[in-house]
Structure formats: structure tokens, C-alpha cells
């Protein structure tokens, strides 16, 4: 017999889903078997798999060592990296940090490091998770940056913090705000709508004003911070969240984020990099506003100050 007890962060997941993780082995059918024939019971009662788990529920496996170890699976002895996070909030739940830039949010290929793997080095190292913890639930980042894009990475430190944080962003009860800066001068705030379509060969993507049947509909608000002589400071509110929608949005329009190498203006791009080092675009998200009042702010990096004051610095010279 073996004996688990549901810890925080795995509270809130179906009997059966967290049965299906501590015995990923095992098909379907021998997991529901075993809970009709009280092989496998639930704080000491029978349970369809239906249930909702509680912190410090109790469950029981009436199996043979060797069965229990045939379907729980060899254990794999994972190594995450640790590196030094901008951490900006922090409860029992969430964890939110100020992502760099150059940073993957999540794998892309399977030898990729992302911040995933350093969110759950960091709670391995601070003793917040353990490494049995993740047999049967693995913290995860709840929005995606894109790699050359600075700012607010939000992710699940239990089962109950990526289920809100997935139903908040998916309610769009958050609000987020961007800093970037752009092409050409902008005086007044805007209000865009479109329709966006994805090349996923290319990895790119179109905007048009007119709906097609694969396109999706967008909406970007900005409104300008500064106007220097040929560039803007602009924050924009994501109101929908697709796959490089702000860069895609504004270079439509004509004022295409300095730094964007797929939708930038490469002779405005080598100019910046050239004077100021600006490797990435100067996308950063630095806002976001919660439902209840909670407000998180992260500080752009230093590329992105550099050509702040480089672009002031031309203004008050003239």
C-alpha cells in the first residue's frame, strides 16, 4: 500500500487527472478499474475519479510494489538551470517576473531553455517545490513574450495559481500595457482594429482591414509619451493577444518598432544598433492592471533607456 497527500499545489485537479500523473503508465482503464474496486480510494471512500482534490486529501493505493512500479515509470532525474530572476511579484500562488530579452517564454524546440525551466530552478532552489512535487504538477508560465520582447511574464507556482491566471488572461480581466519605441512621430492616441493571419512557415504575420477566413480579429490602443524629432515613445493597451500583434499592428500603420528585425525598418535598425547597441526591439511589457486593483510594473532594460535619452538628447541639441 501507498499512501499520498495532496499537497497546495495540487489542489483543485480531477481525482482522475492526478491519478493519470502518479501513474502515467498505466492506461485508462486499469486507473478506473481500480477506483470501482477500491483499489484506490479517496480519504478512505470509494471515488469515481470525478472528484475535486483538496490540500492534505489523503489517497490510498491498495497495489503490489511491483505493479505501483511498473505504472508509475522509472523516475527521471531532471536538472533545471537557475539563473538570477527579476522577480517583481511573488504570493504563495503566482510568480511574476521581468523577463530579458533573448529570453524563450517557453521550449520551442526540446533543448531549448526557456524561462520556464529557470521559474522551476528557482522554486526547486528556494525550497518552494519539490522535485517529487513534479511527478504530478509542474509550474508553468501563463502568457507568452516573444523571445526579442523585455517585461511581465506571469506563471503558476500551484494548480490554483495557473487556473486563475489562465481564466483572468483568457476573461482578459487584466489589463496590459506595453512601452515601445517607434518610427516617425505620433501626436495623438489611437484606437486600432484589424484582422491578423499567421504564415506559420515564415513565422510571420499579416494584417489586413478586411476579415478572411483564417483571420483573426484584433484590437491595439496607444496613445503617445514623448515625441522626440523622428521617433515616439508610445504605450500601448493589448486589449486581444495574438502572435505578434503589436509589432505587426504598428508597422502597419507606418511606425514600426526600432529593433524589429522581421518588421522593422532596417535602415532606422542598423542606426540604433550602430549608435546606441540596440540588439533586440524595444518592446517592453511593463504593466499589468488585475481585476482586484493589483497593479505590476516592471522597468525596461537598459537598451531601451540608452535610446530614450539618445532620442531626448537630439531634441534638446536642435
Known sequence: ?????????????????????????????????????????????????SEKLNARDEVKLFLADETYDKFAGAEVKESFPTTALDIVYEDEDILIINKPAGML???AQPSDISANEYIIGYLLQSRALKETDLRTFRPSVCNRLDRNTSGLLTAGKTLKGLQDLSETLKKRTVKKYYLCLVAGCITAPQHLKGYLMKDERQNRVFISKEKTADALCIETEYEPLEVYQDVTLLQVHLITGRSHQIRAHLASIGHPIIGDSKYGN???????????????????????????????EAAPPDDFNKAICYANQNVTEQ
Open 266 to 296: 532596417e535602415k532606422i535598425n542598423h542606426f540604433y544598433r550602430e549608435r546606441i547597441g540596440v540588439k533586440h526591439q524595444l518592446l517592453h511589457a511593463y504593466r499589468m492592471i488585475f481585476a482586484d486593483g493589483r497593479c505590476v
Open 105 to 107: 517564454s517557453q521550449k
Open 1 to 49: 500500500m501507498k499512501t499520498f497527500i495532496i499537497k497546495e499545489n495540487e489542489a483543485g485537479q480531477r481525482f482522475d487527472k492526478y491519478l493519470k500523473k502518479l501513474l502515467k503508465e498505466a492506461p485508462s482503464s486499469f486507473v478506473y478499474k481500480m477506483l470501482r474496486k477500491k483499489n484506490i480510494v479517496l480519504n478512505g471512500k470509494k471515488a469515481d475519479g
